[in-house]
């Protein structure tokens, strides 16, 4: 399961603290959010992530909030319940500087500091060229991204590198994959993936990864686990930053202290544990919890019981992340042996790209490797025979008891759609019918499951290639048991529908323009767009495929137009047909709730520990108290001076003193503000619409999320739902519409503003202005079938009275409407510096179209309070956390120095504590620099009451942390790190916007740059104090287990809660 959004979510990752996972819910030290919503997202069309953009069985996942019913409802439950705050809540910065030998003055970078090249950046290489060990076996010119890549072999091991000289991209990126099919659901290749990063022959530190993210400048550190090879990927715009990250690497996965000490296997898979004989014996280890929280969500359960039945016969019939009843298997004598076999520079396949230099890359590389020899090493992954009738299959997930159960089964229905992979013209027809099919509300497949009633919500995500053999899956949630079938039957109804009466000319040229728009854009967001295109390239050469292939478009796509458009094949009816209809490699799941599943689970734990107990004398049981005492005792032990001072770091002195700037041009068009961001974009314009909240009326804030839905899927008096979709795509490159709510540092009073974004090339501007003025003019409420299904689908509570009383409902939205579209607005635009005079006339004409006005009313002050929550969902595991407001309940003054405070407590005292000795996934903290809000809060987390200790506990150890220098430049380096982020064009125009609403001025960012670069250890002391009213006063959120909530209940005074049982008890009957 990925942690984070900008993790793939077909993958399990290695996920850290809120710093390196970039929670949702984490606020970023000086910027504001970054752009959510529709528009940030669409990057996972583009080529830098296609194959690799969804998981099989899942939908898309946007991030971890939206992905984790845990910390969604823990972050609502600490956000006061506010659902508009969560939208406040992303992470942002500017960019990161490069390394220099004396601290530099920041360089304020517009669009003409780099200009844009028409041709190729040519390499120097050769094919036949031998560098550094290497010897260059293919140049290939990839002129949609222009720039070059070179396919080096090494001589001596047969490695594989595909360097990409990029002299544009400063986000410089490497990664090493290995492929590492699994044999079983022991999660094996998960376990090694957490543990060669626990220390290394160079770096024999406990956790050189902490040390990393302590002390560096990255724009990326993670790794990644796919069920069917292991990923280790970083980036960083500081090119001494770079090589010290990538030396890390290497490193840990060719020579592993976890290799030689099984206490790494305990701690980060699993070990017994019990500190006295009167005690149970229970399952501990980093991934065994982290399983469990991934077991306890029914979705993955679904997409992993789909993934298992749909190619039994290959890797992907095991789960490699690990069957939580299969993790305790896992011997060390395995472990060692499978790094034996797929950790080999023979099995690797290694990648760079950005502006480095590239014979450095081979000489880098050559230094580890030179120490090997080539190795047969047998990784093929084996395809799956396509079988000659469907199959069925059912399997049950845990639910609460007090749920109704009888809407929560689920069925899908899944293909494997041919037996390799297709070449990259099949790929795109195939996107392209992917799009036509489900891509849109409107789609034919997506709208006869949505429209049917069956259930609450599409599943599946459609077509999926980042496997070896391409598939298709599509279904819907919270449907009857006895619905199973039908849902079946409506999709096969469907497919065959289409196929006879072919899609629409305008959906198919909506759906081509769609995807070249997305592969030209390149958007990634926050995900560095070298690992983007690598994961596309990996998803072609992990199967001894053209890896190239991956990273073009222009040619192929262009013959699929031609073949759709101009001569009007019936290309997209004839693949639904040989893909689908006639493909008996079909595969039908039913996800069926269990009220006692949970129950049985934690049973068979129970019985298991239980009966190994009973097999082992007092002398055995003494043995483990004391390998317990020991681990223990190695985990919460300080590394010696000597072996941290090996792992690298920046120096102070490579930090820029002065804050960077996004250059703004700002004027007036009657009552709007018009901000301009000259920057490369490449001839896209981003449009970015912001709209004063103030004159909501307080009693109609509820229902403004789903305001922003409708807003984009209801329809306009133009166009139905479907027609402006189509409208959309074939003009933009996508339009969102989302409340932001944020504090504002020094005011009672918060930010409030629905912001509207859209994308388009320069050409179509025009039609992109007129279409948000349609939309914000002439959106149709009068459909409320349609909207009670866009309720159900964001899984709104009260859905029945939404019917019950529709022309109050649709009064309000009128209402809402009327209150937000003025022309007194912020417009914001991005876009290379020499097209931005020529915008001046689509603004004008789009503000003509608003009404008059501007929001005069004050801000609404709503009442919270804090109470103390427990809330109950069906889990195995628990997210604690803890907060206050060191404002209001502290007096605390803000000083640069708490957030770098924060970020050391994150990687010292919080991970140790809460992850390596506790077991969980994550523990981390968050500061709100805005609000004064302090959390701490944890991730699939086998404690609760001993988390909460920790917690309390912090402010004592930071009085007692003795801070020397090493500690403390790392700190702050990290933290400057996070405030200059690495960002693309349409974010840094977006996060210009959002300091401007907030009354950020750089002067205010500099004054907090300087104290943050100017902290000292007493600084850091200090902030304690601050830190014992979150001890004292805080506020207490948990979710997890009936038992353990429950449990904690009377200690902690928690007000119970069960959302899910609440939810059921206000779906409408049918």
């Known amino acids: 399961g990925a942690m984070a959004s900008n993790q793939l979510p077909g ?100 669009g003409t500091a780099r200009q844009a090249v028409a041709t190729i950046a040519r390499t120097e290489a050769e094919v036949g060229q031998k560098l550094h060990g290497w010897t260059c076996e293919r140049i290939e010119e990839l002129e949609e991204l222009k720039c070059t890549g070179v396919l080096w072999r090494h001589d001596k091991t047969g490695a594989e590198l595909i360097s990409v000289e990029q002299p544009l991209e400063e986000n410089k990126t490497f990664g090493v994959v290995f492929r590492t099919p699994p044999e079983d659901s022991n999660g094996i290749a998960h376990v090694l993936e957490h543990s060669v990063l626990c220390g290394s022959r160079k770096y024999p530190v406990k956790e050189p990864f902490t040390e990393l993210l302590k002390g560096s400048m990255q724009t990326f550190l993670n790794a ?240 999926y290639e980042g496997l070896v053999q391409p598939t298709f899956s599509v279904g819907l949630k919270d449907i009857k048991e006895s619905d199973a079938k039908a849902v079946e039957a409506l999709v096969i109804d469907t497919l065959t529908k289409v196929a006879a009466e072919g899609f629409e000319r305008e959906a198919v040229e909506a759906a081509l323009n769609k995807i070249e728009f997305s592969n030209r854009e390149l958007n990634t967001g926050g995900f560095p767009r070298g690992l983007g295109l690598m994961f596309s390239a990996v998803s072609n050469w992990n199967y001894g495929k053209d890896p190239f292939e991956g990273l073009r478009f222009d040619a192929p796509l262009r013959a699929v137009r031609e073949r759709l458009i101009e001569k009007r094949e019936p290309l997209l009816e004839d693949l639904v047909r040989q893909k689908l209809l006639e493909n008996m490699h079909r595969l039908t799941v039913t996800s069926k709730p269990d009220v006692e599943q949970g129950d ?82 490449s001839g896209v314009v981003y449009v970015d619409l912001a709209f004063d909240l103030r004159d909501v009326p307080a009693d109609l804030l509820p229902l403004l999320p789903l305001f922003c839905r409708g807003l984009r899927q209801m329809g306009t008096k133009k166009s139905d739902f479907v027609q402006l979709q189509r409208r959309i795509d074939l003009a933009t490159g996508g339009i969102s ?53 866009l309720a159900k689908e964001g899984l709104a509570g009260g859905r029945s009275q939404l019917l019950s009383y529709w022309p109050s409902v649709e009064a309000r939205l009128r209402r809402l409407q009327a209150s937000i579209f003025k022309s007194a607005c912020v417009v914001n635009l991005t876009a290379d510096a020499d097209a931005l005079p020529r915008l001046d006339t689509h603004v004008e004409a789009f503000l003509s179209q608003l009404p008059e006005g501007q929001a005069t009313s004050p801000f609404w002050t709503p009442e919270y309070t804090k109470t103390n929550e427990g809330i109950v969902v069906p889990s195995q595991v628990n997210y604690v956390g803890k907060a206050a407001n060191l404002y209001k309940d502290a007096g605390y003054e803000l000083h640069g120095s708490a957030m770098v405070t924060s970020r050391l407590l994150r990687t010292t005292w919080l991970w140790d504590k809460v992850r390596v000795v506790g077991g969980a996934y994550g523990g981390f ?87 943050i670069l100017g902290t000292t250890g007493e600084d850091m002391r200090r902030f304690a104090d601050a830190l014992d009213a979150v001890s004292s006063s805080g506020a207490v959120c948990v979710v997890g287990g009936e038992e353990a909530v429950r449990g904690a209940s009377e200690k902690l005074g928690l007000s119970i809660v069960s959302p899910l049982a609440a939810a059921a008890a206000t779906a409408p009957a049918e």
């Open 11 to 110: 993958a399990t990752v290695l996920a850290s603290s809120g710093a390196a996972s970039g929670l949702a819910f984490a606020p970023s030290a000086l910027g504001p959010p970054t752009a959510g919503g529709a528009v940030a997202k669409e990057a996972a069309g583009s080529v830098g992530l296609r194959g690799a953009a969804k998981g099989l069985g899942e939908e898309p996942a946007h991030s971890a909030v939206e992905g984790h019913a845990g910390l969604a409802l823990l972050a609502a439950g600490l956000a006061g319940c506010s659902a508009l705050r969560g939208a406040s809540r992303r992470s942002s910065a500017t960019a990161r500087p490069m390394a220099a030998k004396r601290r530099p003055t920041a360089v304020t970078r517009t």
């Open 224 to 463: 990644m686990t796919f069920p069917d090879r292991t990923c280790y990927p970083v980036a960083s715009c500081n090119l001494q930053d770079f090589y010290n990250l990538v030396d890390v690497y290497l490193d840990a996965v060719l020579h592993p202290r976890a290799l030689k000490d099984p206490r790494v296997l305990a701690q980060e898979g699993w070990h017994y544990e019990i500190e006295d004989k009167s005690e149970p014996l229970t399952f501990k280890g980093v991934v065994f919890n982290e399983m469990k929280g991934v077991y306890s969500n029914p979705d993955s359960v679904q997409s992993r019981t789909l993934l298992n039945n749909l190619l039994p016969d290959t890797p992907y019939g095991v789960d490699s992340g690990g069957d939580p009843k299969e993790i305790p298997n896992l011997t060390f004598e395995y472990f060692k042996g499978f790094h034996e076999r797929f950790y080999h520079p023979s099995n690797a396949k290694f990648w760079f790209y950005g502006d480095d230099p590239p014979a450095r890359r081979l000489e880098l590389l050559d230094e580890f490797l030179r120490d090997f020899e080539k190795k047969e090493v047998t990784s093929e992954i084996a395809k799956q025979p396509l079988w000659v009738e469907p199959r069925a299959v059912e399997h049950a997930f845990a639910v609460g008891k007090d749920e109704d159960i009888s809407k929560k089964s689920m069925a899908c229905v899944s293909w494997v759609m041919s037996d390799d992979k297709p070449d990259l013209e099949m790929s795109l027809a195939l996107s392209v019918l992917d799009y036509c099919l489900m891509g849109t509300p409107g789609a034919p497949l997506k709208k006869a499951l949505t429209d049917s009633g069956l259930g609450s919500r599409v599943i599946g995500g459609g077509l």
């Open 600 to 681: 049985k689970i934690e049973e068979q734990e129970k019985t298991r520990l239980q009966e190994h107990r009973a097999t082992l004398s007092d002398e055995d049981v003494e043995s483990l108290i004391r390998e317990t005492k020991e681990l223990k005792e190695l985990q919460e032990a300080p590394d010696p001076p000597e072996a941290l001072a090996t792992v690298p770091r920046l120096e102070l002195s490579d930090i820029p003193e002065a804050t960077q700037t996004i250059p703004t041009e700002l004027s007036r068009v009657g009552n709007a503000e018009v901000l301009k961001h000259p920057l490369l974009t």
């Open 737 to 789: 519409a989302t409340p932001m709510v944020s504090a504002k540092r020094g005011s009672e009073e918060p930010v409030a503003h629905l912001v509207m974004r859209g994308k388009a090339m320069e050409a179509k501007v025009s039609s992109l202005m007129d279409l948000m003025a349609e939309i914000a003019t002439e959106v149709s409420w009068d459909n409320k079938e349609r909207f009670v299904q």
């Open 925 to 1011: 903290c968050s500061f709100d620099v805005r609000s004064g809000d302090f959390k701490y809060l944890s991730y699939r987390d086998p404690n609760l009451q001993q988390t909460l200790d920790t917690y309390d506990g912090t402010a004592e150890y930071l009085r007692g942390m003795e801070v020397n220098d090493d500690l403390l430049a790392k700190s702050i380096i990290g933290t400057m790190g996070d405030v200059d982020k690495h960002q693309l064009p349409d974010a840094k125009g977006y996060t210009a916007m959002l300091r401007h609403l907030l009354g950020e001025t750089d002067e205010m960012r500099q004054e907090l740059r300087d104290q």
